[in-house]
């Protein structure tokens, strides 16, 4: 028996204490071996053929445990005929009450039947196989569920849905097409006959690298989106990084204090800024240090400062302002404690923050 023709169930809700949990049996099969398990009656075995239900029906049912001639839990079958189900296959849902205890009584029925426990992202592997969606689409199911904002939602939802995987067909397509004209071209090539004109092909195909690249470019921005912007906040000792960080952040994360040198390691929190998550990232002062764990923490702040995606560089406003040169693409200047300026400032940088 070929791996895919075996039968696997798992929950595919949390398990625990809830109302309801749903467990999923697919393969060739299923309709045969969940027979075993449920019966029309609570107080007896009554056998109900699911092979011979209506396709994508629910139908109430009791699990039942031939052996001890007992009914275990009261229940709705989900019945889906392959191809129409999600893994293509013939597949079952049981929505069982929720609990550790049912599930696992339900979890023994199955495998004393010969269904066996699917492995993680095993349905979403059968419905590739068996066609049901490509790749794009298989991997963004995952990325769906781990979704953490509203952008990274929409991001998976649209892969989910076929949009990135149409452009990549139709970008494909467009490839053949200038292949054949090649051909054709070439096979005619001595008989002088011009199907497209040069020029215009290398036009056309310009077109389809600068398509290909922009989609490559999309990667990054999708990455970020996904995984969230790694922002950090780096600046000297003192300056108030640790202050925007729990004011950003909206409570008191972070120890803030008026000696210098008081974040020793990095602190990371996420939050959400316009639908897109973010990685906020305190770091410890950077200044020259002997003092041993300060230095390690400066060392991993350095470290911090150049992989970040986007870095607030925080300066105090009361040492002078307005003559700092941003250092990079992805820094912005900012200048904290502007109360304490009293009114005068000569700040001209149009490029950084006053707060
Ligand atoms: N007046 C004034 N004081 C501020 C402001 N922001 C922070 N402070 C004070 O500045 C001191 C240092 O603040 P922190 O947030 O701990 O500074 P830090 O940059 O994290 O310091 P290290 O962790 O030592 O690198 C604290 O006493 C804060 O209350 C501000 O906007 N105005
Ligand atoms: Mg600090």
Known sequence: MSEIRKIIFAPLTLIGQSAISVIRVSGEGTFELVSNIVSKSFSRFELLDLSKF??????????????????????????????????GEDTVEISSHGGLYIYSKI???????????????????????????????????????????????KLAFSQLTGEYSAKINSLR???????????????????GLEFVSRDELIMRIDTLINEFKRLVDT?????????GINLAIVGEPNVGKSSLFN??????????????????????????????????IDTAGIRESSEEIE????????????????LIVLK????????????????????????????????????????
């Open 54 to 87: 209506y396709p994508n029906t629910l139908h109430h049912v009791y699990i039942f445990d031939k052996d001890k001639n007992e009914a275990v839990d009261e229940v709705i079958l989900s019945v889906f005929k392959g191809p129409h189900s999600y893994t």
């Open 107 to 153: 979890n023994d029925l199955l495998a004393k039947w010969g269904a066996v426990a699917a492995m993680p992202g095993e349905f979403t592997k059968r419905a590739f196989l068996n066609g049901k969606m490509d790749l794009a689409q298989a991997e963004s199911v995952a990325e769906l569920i781990k979704s953490r904002s509203e952008e990274s939602r």
């Open 173 to 191: 397509q467009e490839l053949i097409n200038y292949c054949s004209l090649l051909e054709l071209e070439l096979d005619f090539s001595e008989e």
């Open 219 to 227: 990667y990054y921005t999708g990455k970020l989106i996904r995984d």
């Open 247 to 280: 004011y950003l952040l909206n409570y008191d994360r972070a120890i803030v204090s008026d000696i210098p040198g008081t974040t020793r390691d990095y602190i990371s929190e996420t939050l959400t800024i316009d639908g897109f998550p973010v990685n906020l």
């Open 316 to 355: 105090d406003a009361t040492a002078g302002l307005g003559n700092d040169k941003i250092s990079g693409d992805n820094s912005i200047i900012a200048y904290n404690k502007c109360d304490l300026l009293n009114g005068h400032s000569d700040f001209n940088c149009k490029d950084s923050l006053l707060i």
């Open 295 to 310: 230095e390690a923490g400066i060392k991993k702040s350095i470290s911090i400062r150049e992989r970040a995606d986007l």
